[in-house]
């Protein structure tokens, strides 16, 4: 199953409460919005600017009531003051509920299953033995029988590096366990209050945690088939988006995440490196580099606590926090990292875990401290290199725990910088595309595979390309699936831009089109259409696409009020019935997981900003 079978498994038909819901909830932005710039408006003609830029509260993520906000659009409307100069907005709100709830009463559910397709997926969904789960990499469904499953999951578990300490068994127990991680929370929060931090932390994320863990919500955990690998492995995923440690979690990520992005080892994307890759030919220094590539074994679970702190500890007061900031974050990051509770239902005694080393993935927080944990691990040795003139700084980099040096400094120096960092810390296992007695030999390889990228040199220029691996199926979205048709432009003009930016020239990227277009042809899509989407893009784009400043992306991309519905074949038509055109104010919420948004096709400030001015310059004298 792995290869890509023809099918797509259509998803349930919304109910119409969810709908009412999410249509209040669309409707409640618009009206606020449209309330909120008026009112600007307004005292922008009367000559008061005490209003401008004064910021809208924000709601997060907590979910907005559907009631509440059929009450707000009520007395908006009743108001009636905006009717005469937009008359489009009151019929659109009016009628958008009946128009949707139409659009899906007309929609008839397609499939492109056969008949004997359709019976071996529900055999397989309704056997007792046998799941269906996804594999690493997006290569694809697997099944695997239930008891193969628990095995893996349980060799994770009872690992020899005791990565894991089991807790108990059973309800009672977990009754325990609750109870117990409640009143750790209480009594974390409780001792963060003293600061200004801590205050914070506590009002934002103290009533979700404490939520959680009254309701004995637990981390529950599952593997996900390693297919690339030989032989096949298996990787552990324990999510805690509604455990205790979630809402704390995001805060340390939303917190460190943009400081640990501008660090100088860091590696922020595939481009990011091209870039680099691109500078060290225009400079030269691409004759005289050579690549050497490192990838660290099995990190998140690796790290210590106390080298994990310290490293964290580090790095904050390299950002000169204040130092009662330091130590409430510290706190709040060691009880995340103490209080990960794993259960394990499909167990028949059910039980219960607590991880004692490293970090889970699944976590929001995993990646930034993973990242800060290499940071503090590797700075010393790279600095070290960079005084005794071995290197420059602008030739290390890292993504996350993969590692590349383009070295351009004698061989032993390379040789004695791979065994520091080998043999810094026992419990961290690099594995290097060269080892130190190749490389003192002066054996690098020919071809390096990082990231999602085959580098090489050719001319004394590193070239490069889009990377695949032995094991890739090329399993696109099949032309008939239930999602809406737009997305198949979307992708697919996605996947051009990708091959356009990761191709060293020209010649390559024609190369990986032509193979990308052939795998497409062969997923059912029609070559007409493809190469129509395909020629909108050109090689002179790459330039544009690599090198523009992410700011000014961010300026001309308008961010958007979305409708969200649960994903479905339905959502196309509904999408369709959207025609609301408005900009989100600050508290739109983030689209839940399972769902699809719509957003709106053009700016509603816009739009009213041209009838005020009109209805401005008439009434204002000049």
């Given amino acids: 199953m792995s290869l890509g079978p023809q099918f797509a498994i259509a998803g349930p038909k919304p109910s119409e409460t969810i709908l009412d819901e999410q249509i209040s909830i669309f409707q409640y932005r618009i009206a606020k919005r449209m309330e909120t710039v008026l009112t600007q408006d307004a005292h922008r003609i009367c000559g008061n600017n005490t209003e401008r830029g004064k910021k809208h509260t924000k709601h997060g993520k907590t979910r907005m009531d559907p009631n509440t906000c059929r009450k707000y659009v009520d007395q908006f409307m009743s108001k009636g003051t905006w009717r005469e100069r937009f008359p489009e907005l009151e019929d659109n709100i009016g009628v958008m509920n009946r128009r949707i709830k139409e659009a899906i009463a007309a929609q008839k559910t397609t499939t492109n299953l056969s008949k004997k397709e359709r019976a071996c997926i529900r055999k397989i969904t309704r056997s007792n033995e046998i799941l269906l789960i996804n594999s690493d990499k997006s290569m694809g469904p697997v099944a695997m029988s239930k008891n193969l499953f628990i095995e893996e999951c349980f060799a994770h578990l009872y690992d020899a590096a005791g990565t894991y300490a089991l807790l108990g068994h059973g309800d009672e127990d977990k009754t325990r366990i609750c109870e117990q991680l409640h009143t750790d929370t209480e009594r974390l929060l409780n001792t963060i209050k003293a600061t200004q931090e801590g205050r914070l932390i506590a009002s934002t994320c103290g009533k979700t945690a404490l939520l959680a863990a009254k309701r004995g ?20 995923i324990i999510p805690a988006f509604d455990t205790v440690a979630a809402p704390l979690a995001d805060y340390l990520h939303e917190s460190l995440f943009a400081e640990v992005a501008k660090h100088r080892y860091v590696l922020r994307d595939t481009n990011h490196l091209i870039k680099q890759l691109e500078i060290a030919n225009r400079s030269g220094m691409s004759a005289v580099q050579c690549i050497v590539t490192a990838d660290v074994t099995a990190l998140y679970p690796s790290i210590k606590l106390r080298h994990g702190l310290e490293a964290l500890r580090s790095f904050m007061y390299r950002l000169n926090w204040p130092a009662s900031k330091i130590t409430t974050t510290l706190r709040v990051a060691e009880f995340v990292l103490t209080h990960n509770i794993i259960e394990f239902p499909l167990s028949r005694d059910h039980p219960i875990f607590r991880q004692v080393i490293g970090t889970a993935m699944g976590i929001s927080f995993s990646v930034c401290y993973a990242i800060i944990f290499m940071i503090w691990f590797e700075d010393p040795l790279i600095r070290e290199a960079v005084e005794k ?234």
């Fill in 217 to 236: 919500k637990l981390a529950s955990c599952y593997i996900i088939p390693k297919l690339h690998k030989n032989p096949i492995a298996s990787r552990l």
């Fill in 389 to 622: 003139g071995f290197m420059r700084e602008s030739e290390y980099w890292r993504f996350i725990d993969d590692l590349i040096i383009l070295w351009s400094g004698p061989r032993h120096a390379l040789a004695e910088l791979m065994e520091k960092m080998n043999s810094k810390l026992p419990e961290i296992t690099l594995t290097w595309s060269s080892t130190p007695e190749e490389i003192l030999q002066g054996a690098f390889p020919q071809r390096n595979d990082f990231m999602d990228l085959t580098i090489w040199k050719e001319e004394s220029k590193w070239k490069f390309k889009i990377a695949h691996k032995a094991t890739a199926a090329f399993c696109y979205l099949h032309p008939r699936s239930c999602h809406p048709r737009a997305n198949y432009k979307g992708f697919i003009k996605a996947e051009v831009l990708r091959i356009l930016t990761h191709s060293s020239s020209i010649d390559l990227a024609q190369a990986e089109l032509a193979f990308f277009q052939k795998n497409l042809i062969k997923r059912g899509f029609c070559e007409q259409e493809l190469s129509s989407v395909c020629e909108q893009l050109k090689w002179e784009d790459r330039h544009e696409a690599l090198w523009q400043k992410q700011e000014e992306r961010q300026l001309r991309n308008t961010v958007k009020i979305f409708c969200t519905i649960p994903f479905s074949p339905y959502t196309a038509r509904i999408g369709k019935e959207l025609v609301i055109h408005a900009r989100p104010e600050e508290s739109s919420e983030i689209p839940m997981r399972g769902t699809a948004s719509f957003s709106i096709r053009s700016s509603l400030r816009a739009h009213i900003r041209r009838k005020i001015d009109k209805k401005s310059a008439s009434t204002v004298p000049p």
